[in-house]
């Protein structure tokens, strides 16, 4: 494969060196685990959390003579996932054999696929942002090719004083090895590069994107340069386990191999791990201990083929993907292409964002997800899945706003009252008495005593009309918060003898 | 041999239906024929007497229930190769040392579902990698044939030296036996019996213990032609736990026997005479086309160009096959371990240990060749030389030969420890000369006896067939077997 700089140096992603400017390249390797449940050469299951050696088969433990037997549902995981890709399928791929002795591969042997993967090349839309002016900048970033492999078993060395412990549940399970271009330029990039890689992964259902479960792992290569010179040499930072890490490991790995070259040295070319409790990078083996894995086409599975009809049919049931998504809301909705991005950017939030939005105003529904609902789980740390308000709770907020039960200040005391307590919002408001006042002989009492007990601030109003909101937030405020804040202006600004 | 063990599958099963024989009678005669006999011809590495009579029972208990199968009663040795549940099943290798699986192998699930009686493991080169059977942990099995007026101990041939010694001595009634580069047709060659290595995909390989995925595949070792056509119908499925495996329908093999030849081309390919061939050889091979001819076949000259590679590119394919297949024998789960300081000095010790001489070249000659830089230089190589060798015989095949005749050896039986082979391992292997391109390219292959030579031992002639028409090669080989007799060897154990 030929390696091809398709971005242009740009000065904001600079790194400053002692001498100078550097510019980090960063491709990614992601292994996403396939939800599926059972392994990719196996029927064992594949369910997270089991006690040792629960989920493995004759095939997983490779006793001898067992041969394996391909799980479609991978196959057609890894169809979907290239198409949300919007990549290149490939009719006919070939697993290969990757050699290597190690106690959790009981094969001594992964199936993998090396020369002839299932997909080909594709592209994500990252968005890096916002900068200091609040803007979002889209970039493509290519994907090189995605393949399945099996995943390996745990070793476990904390069991036993001398001995090591394998567990063989994770053996077999397949994974999606996502392979990306080195277009990627900075540690912003990478991490967006994977929040968009696991959103989309998680539209399609295909990977559950849970890295602190260890179903997406990420290796990193990083390089550094001068701008507009070409690639140096590479370094692997295998395995890292959040995307928060990957973009700690990017900042000290690009900084580590700046600092060697500006000190006269050398880059190695070597595989690194990330330590997160020290939050750098330390030498795991270098290219000359690297394993010969005597990759060959494995002769116990024939090429993988299938036909135009399959992939058509799994385009067909695709769901939408976070672009189209987006491209919908700002389109059909008229959200604002911030807003809009940020209600697309996980899979979750749409789908409360739509559970709200549906037979309700979209714009009216966004502010209230965005605004109200997002920031109470931002302020709580809480995620989408553990929201306390319910779509169909802040649904009826919205709804009593609409129709004039209740003005837009009491909805935020409603909101925080459901975010603590709960029940039904409809009620809340009859038994507590938040019910707006609409009854215009009461409110046009409290207007009369605030003008009448108020003589200068009349006088400055009758000068200067914009003064009539004072009044309106004194009415407020003696009501309680429950006049129609409408009612309350009209009556005002009536009373006052100022013009519409 | 007494009468019983001298019955042919068809006949047993005769008389097992007209309830002239129980299968208990006919398992018991098996059983106490190995135990006379196995101490000197070795050719049965666990004996399952116990299993094998309660079998027997079962099999009498449905003959007199009107429920029989195909193979119903009939005692068979499976080969070491084949998982069978809670018996021995070490590929004759010490690696694999006291490994009883909890699983049955397809083709042995098979026959037995069918009826069949199982008599217990035979012995085998370890992992099947050889052609003398010397290469078993379990040493070497002895040929029941000896030379005229010769008491020296010669080889069964091999892989399946134990399945077709067991079927030359009369030792089971047939026997399961697998073939990667000609391990059931150099044996069946070797002792006189029938041995055919069916198409690629025709027998399921779900249970058996892999050496060269792309090239193993099970068949039967039985005393004449139609006895073989009888367990291949039993041993061939397709198999959802084998994806190479073909899910093609199973004929009714034996009704094709005594079906006439009559208008059949058969190929004589002329690179199949090759230098240093024995004369007996060349006039076996003369004696079989005049056979055909007799029987009305028409004979064609052919040419295979390829096949002078067949041989080097086999011994690139299957080794770095199998250093991959072995690889799960770490001492980690099963069979043997050598204790070690850390991790990989148990595999080392496990594996210097559990492996024997041969298996260990053959790890060392495939890890070469699919290492780094050497890869495109052999194996690729040796994958194009498959393709062209697998296209000469297509070739063949389109013009219009029906099946192809040659030798099945270049020589008759040798000696144990013969010294000459011993130095050099490139000898043994060109025992395989006539038999390997039939693995490379899939094709079914048949063994079948034309004589004997000057010494009084036995020599097989070859038919190959075109993919899944094992039925052709079944009514070829029973015109040459009845032309050329049956060979049993004098009782001399």
């Known amino acids: ?500 | 041999m007494t009468e019983l063990t001298s019955l042919t599958i068809a006949e047993a099963r005769a008389k097992l239906s007209a309830k002239e024989i129980t299968s208990v009678e006919l398992t018991d005669a098996y059983i106490a024929a190995i135990e006379a006999a196995n101490e000197t011809i070795n050719a049965y590495v666990d004996v399952t007497p116990e299993q094998a009579r309660e079998m027997a029972r079962a099999s009498d208990a449905r003959i007199a229930a009107g429920k029989a199968g195909p193979l119903e009663g009939i005692p068979l040795g499976i080969k070491d190769l084949f998982a069978t549940e809670g018996v021995h099943t070490q590929a004759c290798s010490h690696i694999l040392d006291g490994f009883k699986p909890r699983y049955e192998s397809t083709v042995t699930r098979n026959l037995w579902n069918d009826g069949a009686v199982m008599l217990g493991k035979l012995n085998m080169d370890e992992f099947a990698m050889g052609s003398s059977n010397e290469s078993s942990y379990y040493g070497p099995v002895k040929n029941p044939w000896r030379a005229k007026g010769s008491n020296l101990d010669l080889v069964p041939g091999g892989s399946s030296g134990g399945s077709a010694a067991a079927v030359a001595a009369h030792l089971c009634a047939g026997a399961t036996a697998t073939d990667t580069g000609g391990s059931i047709r150099q044996p069946a060659a070797f002792t006189g019996t029938v041995g055919i290595k069916p198409t690629y995909g025709r027998c399921s390989r779900f249970g058996i213990v892999a050496f060269a995925s792309s090239l193993d595949q099970a068949g039967p070792i039985a005393r004449d032609v139609r006895d073989a056509a009888i367990l291949l119908k039993s041993m061939a499925s397709v198999d959802p736990k084998d994806t190479t495996s073909v899910d093609l329908p199973v004929p009714d093999y034996a009704a094709s026997i005594g079906q006439s030849i009559k208008g059949m081309k058969i190929g004589i390919p002329k690179e199949y005479r090759v230098e240093g061939m024995p004369e007996e050889i060349e006039a076996l091979w003369q004696q079989g086309i005049a056979w055909l001819k007799d029987a009305g076949a028409e004979i064609v000259d052919i040419s295979l160009p390829h096949t002078q590679y067949a041989l080097p590119a086999y011994y690139i394919v299957a080794p770095a096959e199998a250093s991959s297949n072995l690889a799960r024998y770490d001492g980690v789960r099963y069979g043997l371990r050598v204790d070690g300081k850390d991790i990989v000095d148990m595999y080392e010790k496990t594996r210097a240990a559990g492996f024997g001489r041969e298996v260990k070249r053959r790890i060392m000659i495939g890890t070469y060749v699919l290492s780094a830089g050497y890869y495109d230089a052999y194996y690729l190589r040796a994958q194009k030389v498959r393709t062209l060798i697998k296209r000469d015989f297509e070739l063949a095949f389109q013009a219009g030969v029906d099946a192809i005749l040659t030798p099945a050896t270049p020589s008759s039986a040798f000696g144990i420890a013969d010294e000459d082979l011993a130095a050099d391992p490139v000898k043994m292997y060109l025992n395989d000369i006539f038999t390997v391109t039939v693995n490379m390219a899939g094709l079914p292959g048949i063994a079948v006896p034309g004589g004997l030579d000057h010494k009084g031992l036995p020599l097989g002639l070859q038919l190959i067939g075109k993919p899944f028409e094992e039925e052709t090669l079944f009514k070829t080989a029973h015109v040459i077997e009845q032309a050329a007799g049956r060979f049993t060897p004098a009782k001399w154990w």
């Open chain 1, 1 to 500: 494969m030929s390696i091809v700089d398709v971005r242009t140096p740009d000065p904001k992603r600079f790194i400053p060196g002692a001498t100078g400017d550097w510019e980090v390249i960063i491709g990614m390797e992601v292994h996403a685990q396939v939800l599926s449940n059972s392994k990719l050469f196996s029927a064992a299951s594949t369910e997270f959390g089991n006690a040792p050696n629960a989920n493995v088969s004759l095939v997983d433990a490779a006793m001898p003579g067992m041969l394996p037997v391909i799980n479609e549902e991978c196959v057609r995981q890894a169809v979907r996932t290239g198409l949300g890709l919007k990549a290149k399928i490939n009719h006919r791929s070939i697993f290969d054999r990757k050699n290597y002795f190690y106690p959790d591969l009981p094969q001594g042997y992964q199936i993998s696929q090396y020369k002839d993967p299932i997909v080909g090349e594709g592209k994500i839309i990252i968005s890096v942002g916002p900068d200091r002016q609040g803007q979002f900048e889209d970039v493509e970033i290519g994907i090189e090719r995605l393949h399945l492999e099996q995943d390996a078993g745990k070793s476990m060395h904390d069991q036993h004083p001398s001995m090591s412990y394998v567990d063989l549940n994770r053996s077999g399970v397949a994974l999606m090895e996502i392979v990306s271009k080195p277009d990627l330029r900075s540690s912003d990039e990478a991490k967006a590069y994977l929040t968009k890689l696991r959103s989309i992964l998680r539209y399609l259902g295909t990977c559950d994107g849970n890295m602190d479960e260890g179903s997406m792992r990420a290796d990193v290569n990083v390089s550094v340069r001068r701008p507009g010179e070409p690639f140096g040499t590479r370094c692997e930072i295998k395995n890292v386990n959040s995307i928060r890490f990957v973009g700690q490991a990017i900042e000290y790995e690009a900084r580590r191999q700046i600092a060697i070259i500006e000190d006269g040295g050398v880059i190695d070319q070597e595989t690194r791990l990330f330590d997160p409790n020290k939050g750098e990078t330390r030498s795991m083996r270098s290219k000359e201990d690297a394993h010969d894995y005597r990759y060959f086409p494995d002769p116990d599975l024939l090429p993988l083929e299938f036909d135009d009809d399959f992939v058509e049919a799994l385009k067909a049931d695709l769901p939408e993907l976070p672009d189209d998504k987006k491209e919908r809301f700002v389109r059909d909705l008229g959200l604002s292409v911030y807003d809009a991005s940020v209600l697309v950017s996980e899979k979750a939030i749409a789908d409360y964002f739509e559970a709200v939005a549906e037979g309700r105003d979209g714009k009216i529904a966004a502010n209230w997800v965005i605004n109200d609902l997002l920031g109470a789980l931002n302020k709580a740390g809480k995620t989408i899945e553990e929201t306390p308000v319910s779509p169909a709770q802040l649904g009826g907020i919205i709804d009593l706003i609409k129709d004039g039960t209740i003005s837009g200040k009491i909805a935020k005391d409603l909101f925080e009252i459901l975010w603590n307590e709960g029940g039904d919002p409809a009620e809340l408001v009859e038994s507590r008495g938040m019910k707006q006042v609409t009854d215009t002989g009461a409110i046009e009492k409290a207007v009369d005593e605030i003008i009448a007990a108020n003589p200068d601030q009349v006088e400055k109003a009758k000068a200067k009309p914009s003064l009539a909101g004072w009044f309106v937030g004194q009415v407020m405020k003696a009501t309680g918060g429950k006049a129609n804040p409408q009612a309350v202006q009209a009556l005002v600004k009536s009373k006052l003898g100022i013009e519409e």
